[in-house]
Each structure stands twice: as C-alpha cells, then as structure tokens.
C-alpha cells in the first residue's frame, strides 16, 4: 500500500499545533482524527450559518448517512472519473472455521481480506449523491423545482496525507439545486456571491476561481480540461497551512449528469439539470483557527458574533 | 450473498407509513436510509436531552469519523465476537489499465472487488471504540478518572434487514466513563436510572434488562452466557414495531478489557475500568412517532416540551 501523502513543513507544524491543543486527535491513520470540543463547537456554528444564509429559500431537509448503495457509484459513472478515491466497503460471510482463521490472522495483525466480501455498500463520496436518486423517485418536479440542503454529511477519499486540510473523512455540508437549466444556473451564480460573502464575513481572506476536480490518469487530464473550458466548477480558496490556497467550498454545475442517469424530471417532462454547492467545514474551521489563533475565545468580536449569534 | 433478514409484518407496515411519511427515505438497500427534516429534529433533540442530562458531569467532548483504524479493531479483539457485524473499508490502488477494467465491470454492475484491496480503515462499530486509544495516549488519568461525551456517532452493523428498527448504520449517542471499577460501577448503576427516568419522560413504555451481545457463533454462546451471568451488559427496551420489545439504549461495562488492552491507567499507576452508555438515538425516534403519531407537532404537550424545551 501506497503511503501517506508528506506534509509540507507548514502542514506539518499546523497539524502538530492542532494536535497539541487537542482540536484535532491522533488515530494512527494519517487522515483520520478525532475532534475535540472546541473543535466542533466551531464546526456546527460554521453549519448553522449555512443554514440561516440559506433559510429564505426553504429548502427540504434531507440527510443521508455515510454510505451510499454501491449500485449507485456505479450508475453515476464515479469510477471513471475517480477509482482512486473510492471507498468500498466488505464483509464476512463465512462459516465458524473461516471466522477463527479470520481472528487469527487479525490478531497478528497479517492480511484477512480474503475473508472479506464486497457488499452492497461503499461509503459516500459527495454529500450530494444520494439525494438525485431520492429525488427522482418521487416522480416529476414541480415548476422551478427544488432546493434540497443535505445538511453536514461525512464524506470519504481515499487519499492519505499529512496535510491536516486533506482528510480522508470529512464534513461537506452541501446543498442541491435542480430543476430548470437556468434556475440551476442562476442559483449557481447568485451563490458564488453568497458564499464568498459569509466566509469573507468570518475574517477569511477568499478568492473564486474556476477549478477541476482530481480526475485519474490520462483520460482524466481531457475531462478536467473540458469541465474547465465549460466553466462547470468554481471554487472559494484560502490559505490554510502557508501561502498556497486551499479550496474551501465548491460548486458543480453537473448539467443533466445526474438528472438523466436517475430520470428526474421537469414539470413539464422535460429533463432536468442540478448543481451543488458544498463547504469543507473541516477544512473552514481549521483555516478559522489558523487565522484567528488556537482559542476560539480571543477571535475578533466580529466573528465570534457571527458564528455564535443566536 | 446472503438476503436480509425478512421484515415481521408488523415491521413491514411501520418501514412503509415511515416511508410514506418521508420520515425515512429508501436507498434501495436494507438497513440503509436517508432521514426526512421532521425525523433528523427529533433525533438532534434527543441528542440534546442526553447533552443536558449529561451536563452537571462536564464531559470532555471528544468526537470521531465513522472509521476507525483497522489496526484497533484488530486489537480489541471485535473480530472473535463478531465478525459478521464488522465492515472493512477497500480501495482501488492499480494503474490505468486496471482502472479501466475496474470501470468497465463496474458499468455493467459486475464484480469489480479483484480491484480493491484492503486500507488501513474499518467502519467504527461502536462510538466508544476510538475513545480509549485518544484517553490512553495521554499518559495516566487524573483521580477519579474521566467521563468523555463522544456525541452521536454513526456507527455500522453488518446486518441488512427489513425491520426499520434495524439499521446497517446509525447514530450511537455515547457517553464513555474511565476511571477507578468502583467510580465505573457506580456512575453505569446511576445511569441506569437516569437513562430510565429520560426515556419514560419522553412517554415510552421502557423496562430495564439485563442482556448479551451478538456474540458469533458456538463459542460466542459461552461469551454470552459468562457476561449475563456478570451483569456485564443492561438494555433499556421499549415496543417499537409491534409488542416485543426493541433495545433502544445499553450500559456496558467492560472491566478491564479495553483498558488493559491500551494500556490506560490510574493515576496511581493501576489498570482502568470503563463501562459506557449508548442510545440508539434511530430506534428512540422510531419508537416516538409509532407512539406519539407520525405528526411530531401533534405530539403531548409534555413530550414536546421534553424534547424542544430551550
């Protein structure tokens, strides 16, 4: 197995002032920790606020769990595109003499995945994939569609580092717009601004940029290329670690990708179009302290304010 | 690949009016559902009972991702009690032309798990699990030892059903005490009640048990029998789908098994105990509207103000 990605000194010295104070809690498994209070005290007020800027379009509340069924990671196509990051989950379905020899292997701590079974299940790449599937089985949409806030869900990649912003475990907290292409559109547009807007407002120095998403391998490299000439993904960056910018929200235009894979229809039959937009809340509250320092209770009034108002 | 456990038809018609209701919604897999808005405000309050119940003990809040290290759940020793519960996470780690064919098996919804292999990652079965490894890495504990709230963790079982009582994954609302057997002993004889007394003031018919885990297979019968005759595990029951009676909380106390096992100790240098305290916080939102109604607003005034009081 491929070992962690190494950290740069910079992502070296946060993780290790982030363990230290205990926001974050070693695991063993770079990628992979625990959170301490005021660590998440952080992280569910950043939720809330995405919640309030959102409340005037009603969304529906939906929340998904961190596994998806594996039939749907293959319909969307996702292992084209990102093999690399997915995570499948497996089982046991052996009898008592396989299951001794399972024990045995994993009390020396040698390979038991033969005694493993892939199951139904692999764990939830993007907050926004169960919700196409929920939707559409609902039948068709009524005219100007829907809003759908997936809440703060966990979400799993496959890419092991010692840079304390790439998790393999994470929170996105996502929202979903589908409907017509030019509402999906211009809600895209209109949260561009929005986004930027609430996190310039918690002190964070953010910039937009049209961006890509890490596609595998060669074929990768053209539809990287073709998402940034159609301008279908934008990110909100800010330095976390040093000076290099680190994508702390995201919006994905998927015109009809998932609309026509799972048949979600407009009011009138015709096909629909969706976008998302997601925050990296680890990724913002990590980047709040670095920015603001270690104590929560010494950052400026102005954000305390809006992260803690009631 | 073996089916799910059959639904009882008092469970069949509860799974359906929740689906209905859009309180659940299916994914297509047993066991795994989205949650609706009406649904996810009930579990986040109950969540918020027990923070307020829990509160004159100031818990360290500590929370975890829903996977954990292969490496400690080989430790422990879960895979001799029950392996058919556990899930492991795989990964693709090939290049582009196992990629490919990865794709192409997975497009035609084919067997693709020759191109996974196993990661350094294993679903959290249980919330306390990465707790003690997190406490024993702090060097000895304080007199009295401590109490963690780990919050509502999601949590996997290996274990497809039709009964929406039983889930695949689900939030674990647990409350971890470490410390001197006698500290342990008596704060899980105290929750017993106080877990009694919070569940029967949200109107459910609850009763106290003592019980076993699932243990697997022959010698998980000896397992079994050796913790009820200890009193090592209560649970707190309550009728959800029909009158048997469902488990919708469990008091656990583990003696020295996780403690010896990370090497947590006293502050006189002697080996822990610990015991935890887990609500299904899924099962108790089911079992509240099957008793209360579908409708949470028409719930009784008293539920009500239990449950969205300030």
Redesign the interface.
């Known amino acids: ?2 070992g962690a990605a190494p950290a740069t000194p910079d992502q070296a010295a946060l993780l290790s002032e982030l363990l230290q104070r205990r926001l974050l ?5 770079p990628g ?6 005021a660590f ?1 005290d952080v992280r569910e007020r950043l939720a809330a606020c995405v919640s309030r800027e959102v409340a005037d379009e009603h969304p ?10 594996r ?4 319909r969307v ?1 996702y ?2 595109s990102f ?2 990051l ?9 009898d ?1 003499a396989q ?1 001794a020899e ?2 045995e292997r ?2 020396r ?1 040698e ?3 033969e ?7 692999v ?1 939830t790449p993007a907050a926004c994939y ?1 919700v196409y ?2 939707i559409a ?1 609902r039948g068709r949409l009524a005219v100007g569609g829907i809003t759908v806030d997936a ?1 703060a869900a ?1 979400v ?1 990649r ?1 890419e ?1 580092s010692g840079d304390p912003a790439r998790l ?3 929170h996105q907290r996502e929202l979903v717009r589908i409907g017509e292409p030019e509402v999906v559109q211009a809600w895209r547009d209109s949260w561009r601004e929005r986004a930027l807007g609430l996190l310039g407002t918690l002190g964070l120095d953010v910039e937009l940029d049209v961006a890509t998403d890490p596609f ?3 074929s990768g490299r053209m539809l990287a290329a073709s998402q940034r000439e159609q301008q279908l993904k934008f990110e909100v960056l800010t330095p976390i670690a040093g000076p290099e910018r680190t994508a702390v929200a995201s919006f994905n235009y998927h015109q009809d990708h998932f609309a026509s894979t799972y048949g979600i229809e407009l009011a009138d039959g015709a096909g629909a179009h969706t976008a998302c937009l997601g925050f990296g809340l680890e990724r913002i509250t990590i980047a709040l302290f670095r920015t603001h320092g270690f104590d929560s209770e010494g950052w400026p009034p102005e954000v305390r304010q809006a992260l803690w108002q009631a």
């Open positions: 197995m491929p809690v070693e695991t063993g498994v992979v920790y625990g959170r301490g209070g998440e529906e509340q939906l929340r998904f769990p961190p596994v998806i069924p039939r749907d990671l293959e196509d292992l084209r093999p690399h997915a995570g499948s989950i497996f089982a046991f379905e052996g008592e299951a399972l024990q994993a009390s701590h390979d038991w995945s005694h493993q079974t892939m199951t139904e299940l764990l169960p599937p929920a089985a809440g966990y799993f496959h092991p393999q475990m994470f595998f391998g060669r």
